[in-house]
């Protein structure tokens, strides 16, 4: 341990300053990036041991930073620095590329894959086709400051998309591949939103554990003449974006 990260026999006169000095130094260093979102912090022991406290001490500065929303504490896990929330407004035309460029955060779409698939009962129901028709499933994540905080599938109607992936593989926006289309203005008709455990297949492509929770939501988009253009289910992680749903 240098003896920088020992604190001075001044600053032993109480445990209320032990904390207290604990706490500053974590958070200068999180300020300073040494420990970037999303990082694992040193153990209780270990930086009990790095300070030469009691443990006591450190869990009370990491209690008060959990506090400060400077970390978050996932129990059995540890400590870990809280990510920079993407707030989102849940509008009729709201879009999280807009989002992302009112805040001057650095986030794209990326084009994953895509599959040709028959509709189901309640797919049929949401894009008002029968269930002899077809759509097109394009998966996408949304990557912000390169980490991936969302992943959804979309399924755009049949025939009338055909060939749609193809220009979201190259631009990554829908609104311009909808563009290729005739579609120059829409709506978002209904959104639900609900929660579920990480699949294995999500879990491996968010890199995160099995069963994390992460927020879902189904959006169904419109055309000015009320067809559906687009049904998509999106699954965030709840630590990188807060939704608000705007009623004006």
Same mark, same amino acid.
Request: aromatic share 8%; proline share 5%.
């Given at each position: 341990?240098k003896?920088?990260? /020992?604190?001075?026999l001044? @600053?032993?006169?109480?445990a !209320?300053?032990l904390w207290?000095?604990v706490a =500053?130094?974590?958070?200068t260093e999180?300020q @300073?990036?040494?420990w970037p979102?999303s990082?694992r912090?040193?153990?209780? $022991?270990?930086?009990?041991?790095? %300070?030469?406290v009691? =443990?006591?001490?450190?869990?009370?500065?990491?209690?008060?930073?959990?506090?400060?929303n400077i970390?978050r504490?996932? +129990?059995g896990?540890?400590? %870990?620095?809280k990510?920079?929330l993407? #707030?989102? !407004?849940?509008?009729a035309?709201?879009r999280?590329?807009?989002?992302?460029?009112?805040?001057?955060?650095?986030g794209e779409? *990326?084009?994953?894959g895509?599959d040709?698939? /028959?509709?189901?009962k309640d797919l049929?129901?949401?894009?008002?086709l029968t269930?002899?028709?077809?759509a097109? &499933?394009?998966?996408t994540?949304?990557?912000?400051?390169g980490?991936?905080i969302?992943? !959804?599938s979309?399924? $755009?109607?049949?025939?009338? $998309?055909?060939?749609?992936?193809? %220009?979201?593989?190259?631009?990554?926006?829908f609104?311009s591949?909808?563009r290729?289309y005739?579609?120059?203005?829409? &709506? /978002?008709?209904e959104?639900r939103i !609900?929660?579920?455990?990480?699949?294995?297949?999500?879990?491996?492509? %968010?890199?995160?554990?099995r069963g &994390?929770?992460?927020t879902?939501?189904?959006?169904i988009?419109?055309?000015?003449?009320g +067809?559906?253009?687009?049904w998509?289910? *999106?699954?965030?992680?709840? +630590?990188?974006?807060e939704? #608000?749903v705007?009623?004006?």
């Open positions: 341990m003896s920088s990260d /020992r604190p001075s001044s @600053e032993r006169r109480g !209320t300053t207290r000095m =500053r130094a974590l958070e999180i @300073e990036g040494k979102p990082a912090l040193p153990s209780e $022991f270990e930086l009990a041991a790095r %300070f030469d009691h =443990r006591n001490t450190v869990r009370r500065a990491l209690s008060v930073l959990r506090e400060r970390i504490v996932e +129990q896990k540890g400590a %870990f620095v990510e920079r993407v #707030v989102h !407004t849940i509008g035309t709201s999280l590329s807009a989002t992302l460029g009112s805040i001057h955060r650095v779409r *990326q084009y994953i895509s040709r698939v /028959r509709l189901d049929a129901r949401n894009l008002r269930l002899h028709h077809f097109r &499933q394009v998966n994540v949304t990557v912000v400051e980490t991936i969302s992943a !959804t979309s399924y $755009f109607p049949l025939p009338r $998309f055909e060939g749609i992936e193809e %220009f979201i593989k190259e631009s990554g926006s609104t591949a909808w290729e005739g579609v120059t203005r829409y &709506q /978002r008709l959104t !609900t929660s579920a455990a990480l699949s294995s297949a999500d879990a491996k492509l %968010f890199g995160r554990p &994390q929770p992460v879902i939501l189904t959006n988009n419109i055309d000015v003449d +067809q559906p253009i687009i998509s289910r *999106q699954r965030i992680l709840p +630590q990188y974006m939704l #608000v705007n009623f004006r």
